[in-house]
């Protein structure tokens, strides 16, 4: 099992910025994909921006050039740099990790980022 517990969340007016941590309870040796999800009051969870390997990303194309993913790996956290922050990006945003050897995914408990117009 891996624990997950996300930070940084908040609320800032649109074109603003926020950092969201998520620190793992294992090592990133022992994980083979991590990454953010969100999710919007009536909406389905929705990917955001994921490490798919050790060093290849993934974004959604709605926060391509706003959105930065990075991690440190000394640190067992994966961060999630957001700019320019848009009303349409209020939703809770969740860290998940996929274990290597069971391919399992865990979550956190999510943290609310909500940007007022």
């Known amino acids: 099992q891996v624990q997950l517990v996300e930070s940084g969340g908040g609320l800032v007016q649109a074109g603003g910025s926020l950092r969201l941590s998520c620190v793992a309870s294992?090592?990133?040796?022992?994980?083979?994909?991590m990454g953010w999800y969100r999710q919007a009051p009536g909406k389905q969870r929705e990917l955001v921006a994921t490490?798919?390997?050790?060093?290849?990303?993934r974004y959604a194309d709605s926060v391509k050039g706003r959105f930065t993913i990075s991690k440190d790996s000394t640190k067992n956290t994966v961060y999630l740099q957001m700019i320019s922050l848009k009303p349409e990006d209020t939703a809770v945003y969740y860290c998940?990790?996929?274990?290597?050897?069971?391919?399992?995914?865990?979550w956190g408990p999510g943290t609310q980022v909500t940007v007022s117009s």
């Open positions: 998940y990790a996929r274990l290597s050897a069971t391919r399992r995914d865990y």
């Open positions: 490490f798919t390997t050790a060093t290849i990303t």
């Open positions: 294992r090592s990133f040796s022992s994980i083979n994909a």
